[in-house]
Every structure is written in structure tokens, then in C-alpha cells.
């Protein structure tokens, strides 16, 4: 079966930065999506990021409005690992943050955020201190 580990959270400053990794292992077709997702206390699931295998060896990727600009998504395929920097960080950003994956390749950004991920990591405890 598909299997998702996060690793890289922990406790951070505000303004400071963080390297979350996801790696997965399990699957036989390596066309699609990986995508990061977080929640909050009391708070609906949000997405974050994806990023897509659109043609061989060439990815695109996607952001939420509220990490744009301070967040890189990146793929290493030797590792069969995602990774998410985030940069800047804010309270607001404190949440637990789920990986996911899905097979089907993502266009748009709305698609990114509205697809129905059919995998997913346990989440991993980011905390952005005041």
C-alpha cells in the first residue's frame, strides 16, 4: 500500500522558516500530484501547496493566497520525497500539516485544492511562536 511520512516540524519563531519533508513509498505509478494540507485548532482543513507531474522529468506547482510568496514546493526524485520550505512564518501558520497524494495530474490551481486526495500522512505538528 501507499505510505506517507511528514518529518521536519517542530517549534519555530515568528518569522522564522521550516523545511517540511514528505516521503512516500508503495506506489507504481509515479504520474499525478503530491500536495500539502494543514489544519488548525478548531478549523476546517486548508490547502497549502501540490505540485504536479505534468510531462516526464517536468513539474508545475501551486499555492494557496495565504503561503504564496513564502513558500517553495519541490520534488526530489531519488528520494521519492516532497518538500515544503516555508518562509516567514506567522502564528497563523500553526497548525498540524498533512501530505497527501494523488494520481491525477493537477492544471489549475482551484483543481489542486479541490481534488480528492486519495492518500495521506499521519500530519505533523507545526508551531510558529509570538
Known amino acids: 500500500q501507499v505510505h506517507l511520512v511528514e518529518s521536519g516540524g517542530g517549534l519555530v519563531q515568528d518569522g522564522g522558516s521550516l523545511r517540511l519533508s514528505c516521503t512516500i513509498s508503495?506506489?507504481?505509478?509515479?504520474?499525478?500530484?503530491m500536495a500539502w494540507f494543514r489544519q488548525a485548532p478548531g478549523k476546517e482543513r486548508e490547502f497549502v501547496t501540490a505540485?504536479?507531474?505534468?510531462?516526464?522529468?517536468?513539474?508545475?506547482?501551486y499555492y494557496a493566497d495565504s503561503v504564496k510568496g513564502r513558500s517553495t514546493v519541490s520534488r526530489d526524485s531519488a528520494k521519492n520525497t516532497m518538500y515544503l520550505q516555508l518562509d516567514g512564518l506567522r502564528p497563523e501558520d500553526t497548525a498540524v500539516y498533512y501530505c497527501?497524494?494523488?494520481?491525477?495530474?493537477?492544471?489549475?490551481?482551484?483543481?489542486?485544492?479541490?481534488?480528492?486526495?486519495?492518500?495521506w500522512g499521519q500530519g505533523i505538528q507545526v508551531t510558529v511562536s509570538s
Open positions: 497527501a497524494a494523488d494520481n491525477e495530474v493537477l492544471y489549475t490551481t482551484d483543481q489542486a485544492k479541490g481534488a480528492l486526495y486519495t492518500y
Open positions: 505540485i504536479s507531474w505534468v510531462t516526464w522529468g517536468t513539474t508545475t506547482t
Open positions: 508503495g506506489r507504481t505509478d509515479s504520474s499525478g500530484a
